[in-house]
């Protein structure tokens, strides 16, 4: 993950370099050298994920969707040796579309008490990965991330991830911070409010399965109910 104005950028430079050597009588010309096998190209993922931009921050390194990965590791997620990152967690959901992997990342500033967090959603693809999109966040303090529950729609539809995030050095006091995300394995989505507004600071939020339907329990003084709507987002009270 990475504040808006921190992007880093990959290249590549191919150079050619040739040789030209004197005739003479007697000798003969060097034969050119080999042209240089073309460079692998990578697989093209499939057009059933959505081209779409990346969730409230763009990762950092840039990791856009339909991005395909030899490995869901920190080198081929763009990472450097330098940076401080570690693994939340990552499990492995099935949905109509196939297996999706759902990695979490944490990340903490090498020079400040700055932190944030990310979660990486991909598919198997052609001996690798293909990135369906990612969600990221970047906060004045570290961040615990943690994977508070997931769901699934009976027929497979969709899945809903309930993140928490944990900022006991958070500037304002200690804090608890909830984010719901949605997937159908396309595409991938906040299913509740939007940047920045969906982060929810409560105590205590928790998915409630009810035959066929879902809703989110959002604990204060009093638990307020949201019922997930067809669109895999949670739906407000008309009032609100």
């Known amino acids: 993950m990475r504040r808006a104005s921190r992007w880093l950028g990959l290249g590549c430079v191919l150079g050619l370099m040739s040789g030209c ?5 007697g000798v003969a010309p060097k034969a050119p050298p080999e042209a ?12 059933s994920i959505a081209d779409e931009l990346n969730l409230e921050l763009g990762f950092r390194p840039r990791l856009a969707a339909r991005t395909w990965l030899p490995a869901l590791t920190f080198e081929h997620l763009g990472f450097q040796p330098k940076e401080v990152v570690k693994p939340a967690f990552q499990r492995e959901v099935t949905l109509a579309s196939g297996p999706l992997q759902v990695f979490g990342l944490m990340e903490h500033s090498a ?5 944030g967090g990310s979660l990486v959603l991909a598919r198997p693809h052609a001996g690798g ?10 906060q004045p303090s570290h ?10 729609s009976p027929d497979g539809k969709r899945s809903i991830f309930l993140v928490k995030m944990d900022m006991s050095e958070s500037p ?8 719901t995300l949605g997937t159908d394995g396309g595409r991938m989505w906040i299913a509740l409010g939007a ?16 035959g066929k339907d879902l809703y989110l329990d959002i604990k204060q ?9 067809e669109d895999g987002r949670f739906i407000m009270p008309a009032n609100h």
Do not use: F, M
Not at 173 to 178: A, S, V
Not at 195 to 210: G, R, S, Y
Not at 221 to 229: A, E, K, Q
């Open 111 to 115: 020079t400040g008490a700055e932190g």
């Open 172 to 179: 304002d006091g200690p804090q608890t911070r909830w984010v």
């Open 221 to 229: 003084r009093y638990v307020t109910r949201l019922r997930l709507g």
């Open 129 to 138: 990965y293909c990135v369906v999109n990612s969600w990221s966040t970047w």
């Open 36 to 47: 240089a096998a073309p460079s692998e190209q990578k697989p093209t993922c499939p057009e």
């Open 195 to 210: 940047p920045p507004e969906h982060q929810l600071i409560v105590p205590a939020v928790t998915l409630t399965p009810k």
């Open 143 to 152: 961040v615990g991330l943690s994977l508070a529950d997931t769901w699934t």
């Open 21 to 25: 050597s004197s005739l003479s009588k």
